[in-house]
């Protein structure tokens, strides 16, 4: 649910589940150009899966196809081909040699009714709604003869991965991290899409169909088959990462210092400290902090500004201040079958904000490290490689969350397993080793959630 691609509908047509562009921007037809075919007892040599890199293209299509036609209804007609009228809906109408500008005012004001509501937005991260992505086909109604238009939704579920919703058990970071980078990451490129139906298949073949040439492509039905795709998603869990040092969460303790102090310094000193609008032009509310904008400490009214909360650079600070705050999908409730409508209508109620203060309790940290006569304070430079004492598992889960978050870039790039390399400990895991005890080796093997669907492709 994270990654989300997502097309506007408002409340009326939210509740038709036909937003009215919709209806005259996609028309094609899976009939009278071969129709789909089930087969059975195929050979597996003859078959090619629908790959995560394939069904992406296709979102992307769908995406762009939609983006076009507001444009030439809204901006411009050259995003229909010259001499054709703006409600013909036929696919070939429309002119692909046009570029999306996504960031000209014009197109961006007139795309704006793509992008996630602000309210539901995570992280501020303005995202098209993947939940209104639809494939539009035509089909003969057997009763009347006449051709009926049929809505599909194209996006994956991808909480599909979330197998167990009870809020007793605790979290599955691995299933988590599936649902993050399953469908996105390219390691998983040529891995089956899963949490896509046979409707979505349809729509899929039929694009691919169009896209092919009108090639005769015979779709499979098929599930899982080890001998012919990775049956399970596998991996051995890098817990190295688990271990905090003292100097890692005193720089986690410094970003959220230094955060907090940018904040201040935005609302009483200069608007630098804050980015106040998007790369779309957007006015961002709350603004985003500026880390580009260098603090001078020494500065009077830089200090005038921190006096009620003692701040210095080193971290000797009051500790009540450096509180934590950040977001997280509750995935469990959304994936819980009962909430299937209401991730469709508003998914606001899945992002949990939490506020926490991680400064350590001091007390438990100098009983670790205290040497006698010597004085020691948590800022200061000695035992930086030590593993950090005195803080709990909530605040650990909140630096592993921070250590996500900006390493985000650097887990797009990776070439190996994501889900391997960035698991979250659970309470437990956490636990043990603090207590000392030998840290082996997590092995994950989770099994592929849905079926599968095959097709040919003959010329």
Same mark, same amino acid.
């Given at each position: ?56 293209? !296709? #979102? ?72 209104k992505l639809y ?37 599955n970071y691995v ?12 390691? !998983? ?51 190295? !990462? ?9 720089? !986690? ?64 600070? #009051? ?31 899945? #992002? ?34 030590n593993v950090i ?71």
């Amino acid at each position: 649910m994270q990654s989300f691609l997502y097309i506007w509908v408002s409340s009326m047509q939210r509740a038709l589940a036909i937003p009215y562009f919709l209806l005259i921007l996609i028309k094609t037809s899976c009939l009278g150009q071969g129709s789909v075919e089930y087969l059975s007892g195929y050979s597996s040599t003859q078959a090619k899966v629908i790959t995560n890199a394939e069904y992406r293209e !296709f #979102i992307t299509w769908v995406r762009d196809s939609i983006a076009r036609r507001i444009l030439a209804e809204e901006v411009s007609i050259r995003f229909v081909k010259a001499g054709q009228q703006i409600p013909n809906t036929e696919l070939e109408k429309l002119n692909w040699k046009v570029p999306i500008k996504w960031n000209v005012d014009a197109q961006r004001q007139a795309l704006d009714q793509m992008f996630i509501s602000e309210h539901e937005r995570f992280y501020q991260r303005k995202r098209i709604d993947a939940h209104k992505l639809y494939w539009v086909q035509s089909n003969p109604c057997e009763s009347t003869g006449q051709r009926e238009k049929e809505y599909i939704a194209v996006y994956p579920d991808t909480l599909c991965w979330i197998t167990d919703t009870s809020q007793s058990n605790h979290i599955n970071y691995v299933q988590e991290n599936l649902v993050k980078y399953y469908f996105w990451h390219r390691y !998983f490129d040529n891995y089956p899409v899963q949490g896509i139906s046979q409707e979505q298949a349809q729509a899929f073949i039929c694009w691919k169909r169009k896209r092919e040439g009108n090639k005769t492509i015979k779709m499979l039905d098929g599930e899982n088959n080890a001998a012919t795709i990775k049956d399970h998603v596998k991996g051995s869990v890098d817990t190295g !990462f688990w271990k905090i040092s003292n100097a890692e969460y005193k720089a !986690f303790c410094s970003w959220v210092r230094d955060s907090l102090a940018r904040r201040i310094l935005g609302d009483n000193l200069s608007e630098d400290y804050l980015i106040m609008q998007d790369k779309f032009g957007d006015e961002i509310d709350p603004p985003k902090l500026n880390w580009k904008k260098k603090i001078d400490w020494s500065d009077e009214e830089t200090r005038r500004c921190f006096q009620q909360y003692n701040f210095q650079q080193s971290l000797k600070v #009051i500790s009540k201040y450096l509180n934590f705050e950040y977001c997280w999908l509750d995935m469990r409730s959304a994936a819980h079958p009962t909430n299937k409508e209401q991730r469709h209508k508003d998914r606001s109620v899945f #992002i949990i904000k939490d506020l926490l203060a991680i400064y350590p309790d001091t007390i438990q940290w100098l009983k670790e490290y205290n040497v006698a006569g010597e004085t020691m304070r948590f800022w200061d430079g000695k035992h930086n490689t030590n593993v950090i004492a005195g803080i709990t598992y909530p605040q650990a889960r909140a630096f592993y969350i921070w250590k996500l978050l900006r390493e985000g870039q650097k887990i797009k790039r990776l070439k190996t397993n994501p889900i391997a390399y960035f698991v979250i400990p659970s309470k437990e895991q956490w636990q043990e080793m603090n207590d000392g005890a030998d840290q082996k080796a997590v092995i994950f093997r989770e099994p592929i959630p849905r079926k599968v669907y095959y097709y040919t492709l003959n010329p």
